[in-house]
């Protein structure tokens, strides 16, 4: 009875989330529902394990095989999502013009599986992760990109988290987990781990901020009301979200990017034009601090870790005495396959599927040719995120909090990687809509006049 109540409750509050923060000034495509789609996937769990909860399936096999009904989903989202890029051409040709350094990332990635020791899995994962630009561009070539953007995380949001909630309080046996190994409950919501919750709340979380921002910010939102209570009832959820899942990477990042935001929202930032830099600045060191400079430990301890960070020290010292190709790398998402994987699994921690540092993940799959792409690439996305926020604060609060997430995040957990929300979140980064193209919305609805500013000058358009 509980269970069907909770049920009931649950439908019941996720669609007074949806009613009370309609959209009455645009209208966004319909093609908006591919990507919300393909975020719901990558934020719980794969359609096969949706199907078949109790079917058990090593590590090893789940990350060196696919699903072919998962292969046929993905593929499935990725044609309709090219289909529907077909009729932007115009819009397309623009956004891939004005993001030559991730365009350049992604190429090189396909160059890498030349080298893979498994290249034709290489080239499955890399067509899979073409998946995620597609979604990207179907969200920011939407004639209301900024509300699309909006549209696709609230919706993820409206569902993933309450469900999760659902899972962990009324089916536990679908939402938890007992760990025979300390005798503890891992609390995993509709995801399959307590970190994949932990991120998944992370991504969400911020969004709802940043769209809680906005909505108070400017008083004359349409339903205003209705909206600061869903997006705040959301940011609830994830703080308690995230820390019944006790994942500390997560929590730690999204009270970090989240400080980034709010302080962003005040008026002296915007007047002050080096406090953004100072802030987001600020933000990064504290980890970095923590990891590599506090020899005591302390703020690692405060926040119920161990000085090995939970083993991750001894996992890169495991894939590092790998030896690999320092240049090239193994090839794209190649590193966890065949011996390498066993041999990591008997230095370190048994199970593992991942370097838990997203630029050493970078490093040992692509090289330092790699890694240096990555830093082109967050470079070029700092600096037109920091443009867009002196032109337009309401996008650029979303982009580097979002930055500063995924630079934070990576540092113990390997984020840079495909099908993950705090990719697409990174993607987004680099990629969202400055002002230059939110001007022409701005003449046809007051959705996205969040904060009162001046005439913005002009940008280009998908810079």
Known sequence: MTQLIGTFVCIAFIGWLFYLARDVEAHPSWALWIPTVWMLINGSRAVSTWLHPEQAISLAQRFTESSPLDATVYGGLTVAGALVLNTRSRQVKEFLRENVPLIVFFAYCALSITWSDAPFIALKRWIKSLG????????LTDPF?????????????????????????????LGSAFMPEDGTIMYFGVTTFKNELGMVCMVLGLSALWAFLNAYLDRATPHRAGRLFSYGAMIGTTVWLIVRADSMTSLSCFGLAGAVMVLLSQGWTTQWKKSAHVILWSAFAVPLFA?????????????????????????????????????????????????????????????????????????LNLGWIGVFLLIWLLVS???????????????????????????????????????????????????????????????????????????????????
């Open 132 to 139: 995620d630009l597609v979604m990207i561009m179907v969200v």
């Open 145 to 173: 990109p900024l509300i699309a953007v909006r549209r696709v995380l609230t919706r993820a949001a409206f569902l993933i988290l309450p469900v999760s909630v659902l899972f962990i309080l009324c089916f536990p046996g």
């Open 291 to 363: 990891l590599f400079l506090d020899t005591v430990g302390t703020l690692v301890h405060t926040l119920g870790r161990n000085g090995t960070l939970t083993g991750r020290t001894d996992i890169w010292k495991a894939v590092l005495a790998m030896h690999t190709n320092p240049l090239l790398g193994t090839g794209f998402e190649s590193f966890w396959l065949g011996g390498r994987l066993e041999r990591v699994w008997n230095m370190s921690v048994q199970g593992i599927e991942e370097a838990h540092n997203g630029y050493l993940e970078i490093y």
């Open 381 to 463: 996305a700092y600096r037109r995120a920091m443009n867009t926020y002196q032109v337009d604060p309401g996008t650029g609060r979303l982009c580097l909090a979002y930055l500063v997430a995924a630079m934070i995040y990576n540092l113990t957990e390997a984020g840079f990687r495909m099908l993950t929300p705090i990719w697409f979140a990174f993607l987004l980064a680099v990629t969202v809509v400055p002002a230059g193209v939110a001007l022409p919305e701005r003449k046809r609805t007051s959705a996205l006049s969040w904060t009162p500013q001046a005439e913005p000058r002009r940008v280009r358009i998908l810079q």
